[in-house]
């Protein structure tokens, strides 16, 4: 299976971890504990591209890690910005 990436955060409205899959559109999951989120959000992944096939629609190709914003309430925005490789040769670019 190709390797997405998932990010895992606590959510106080669902009282649960919620597991997002961002290059996979609407690809999430819960659980009550971060491993659990993880093992849920693995069989939605295996199920999300299993019903694009099925589809005959276009499935996306992992691209490394994501550059993502957030504003912290009463704080200034934040700008976070991770490294990002290239998938095939694990260069930095």
């Known amino acids: 299976m190709k390797k997405y990436e998932i ?3 606590w959510s106080d409205e669902d009282a649960a971890y ?3 899959v961002p290059e996979l559109s609407g690809c999430a999951s819960d659980g009550a504990t971060r491993q ?3 093992a849920n959000v693995e069989t939605v ?3 999300w591209i299993e019903t694009a096939q099925a589809l005959g ?3 996306p190709e992992p691209g490394g890690r994501l550059l993502f ?3 912290r309430p009463g704080a200034a925005a934040e ?3 991770l490294p990002t490789y290239r998938q095939a040769d694990s260069q930095r670019i």
């Open 18 to 20: 919620i597991a997002e």
């Open 79 to 81: 700008i976070h910005v």
């Open 45 to 47: 992944i295996r199920e």
């Open 36 to 38: 659990e989120a993880l």
């Open 57 to 59: 629609r276009a499935i």
């Open 69 to 71: 914003a957030r504003a």
């Open 7 to 9: 990010i895992l955060y």
